[in-house]
């Protein structure tokens, strides 16, 4: 079954994936962000995901949040702008 995650921000997303922990963990960086009243994990697996986790840091270009899913498998994905949202 399919599950969709949504990073709801105030402006349209910059940011970058990639697969890591040989297919079993999705991280994606957004660049000018921060997780301000965002949960730092979300731990129940649902379907192939097995949990949330966000983390903010700076790097010299500025704060980045990074999203780590991991995958109970390796799975297909995709990751897809809309206006604010990243799903």
Same mark, same amino acid.
Not at 1 to 9: F, L, P, R, Y
């Given at each position: 079954?399919? /599950?969709? #995650?949504? /990073? /709801?921000?105030t402006g349209t997303p910059?940011?970058?994936a990639r697969v890591a922990d040989n297919g079993l963990r999705l991280v994606v960086d957004l660049a000018g962000t921060d997780v301000s009243g965002a949960p730092e994990a #979300?731990?129940?697996p649902l379907g192939v995901v097995g949990g949330v986790l966000t983390q903010s840091f700076r790097t010299p270009t500025g704060p980045v949040t990074r999203?780590?899913?991991?995958?109970?498998q390796p799975a297909t994905y995709r990751v897809r702008p809309d206006g604010t949202v990243l799903r």
């Open positions: 079954d399919a /599950v969709e #995650i949504e /990073v /709801v921000g910059s940011y970058s #979300i731990a129940k999203v780590s899913v991991s995958l109970a």
